[in-house]
């Protein structure tokens, strides 16, 4: 399985700033995913994102909020864009990868606190 | 619309017990379904898929369970150590479709005991 780190590991934001986390991955891959998961709630799929063209966004997310970049096959970042509190949420990257390559492999997450 | 459910928020089990883990779906066309375990303050950790075209798969101590019919998946952890509580999310996926989506349950958290 590929091996994902992201950083910052967690970070404390006023409203109104922005926050770039990163994802980096010991392979290349295709794909990599950008989830949230709320307080209490699970995980959510905010965008997927393919080097060398636009993030997918889901439902419900835009890319004025959640900018992304892909600029290799190794690193991605997800920025959330003037922060409210209800962006406080643990910020995962994953990857797809593995002989079939539906399992997806998540980083350890980014914790961010907004006040 | 909640395409794949954990009903229960919770599980205790005595540690050497077995521990099953329940997940429901709505969405025929999912045909990839993966357990993930996750501790606080990490990312979820794989833990082990089946394919739609098999029942079961088994991996050491944990065995994933698909009932087609049902739209049912369990895991089961046999012998169930204090190191598995955590919480626990099924997730399922269109995988054949070209879907690379995974939609995720709740989590059930699973407590451990002596």
């Known amino acids: 399985s590929a091996v994902i780190s992201q950083k910052p590991s967690r970070d404390i934001c006023q409203r109104g700033t922005s926050l770039t986390i990163q994802c980096q991955v010991d392979?290349?891959?295709?794909?990599m995913f950008w989830y949230r998961q709320q307080p209490g709630q699970s995980l959510t799929l905010i965008a997927t994102?393919?080097?060398?063209?636009?993030?997918?966004?889901e439902s419900g997310f835009v890319i004025d909020k959640f900018p992304i970049s892909r600029p290799n096959l190794t690193f991605s970042t997800l920025t959330v864009s003037n922060m409210s509190p209800e962006d406080s949420s643990i910020y995962l990257c994953?990857?797809?990868?593995?002989?079939?390559?539906?399992?997806?492999?998540f980083g350890p997450g980014t914790r961010l606190l907004v006040l | 619309d909640q395409q794949v459910k954990q009903n229960s928020p919770s599980l205790s089990v005595q540690e050497g017990r077995i521990s099953i883990l329940n997940c429901d779906y709505t969405?025929?066309?999912?045909?990839?379904f993966l357990w993930y375990k996750k501790y606080p303050a990490e990312g979820p950790t794989f833990l082990i898929s089946?394919?739609?075209?098999?029942d079961k798969n088994e991996d050491g101590r944990f065995t994933v369970f698909l009932n087609k019919s049902a739209k049912h998946l369990s895991l089961h952890i046999v012998p169930s150590q204090p190191g598995d509580s955590a919480v626990y999310f099924c997730?399922?996926?269109?995988?054949?479709?070209?879907?690379?989506?995974?939609?995720f349950g709740a989590g059930t958290r699973l407590a451990v005991h002596p």
């Open positions: 994953s990857v797809r990868s593995g002989s079939t390559e539906e399992t997806q492999y």
């Open positions: 392979s290349q891959v295709t794909m």
């Open positions: 994102a393919n080097q060398g063209s636009e993030a997918t966004y």
């Open positions: 969405n025929s066309m999912f045909d990839y």
């Open positions: 089946i394919s739609s075209i098999k």
């Open positions: 997730a399922a996926s269109a995988a054949s479709g070209g879907y690379n989506k995974l939609i």
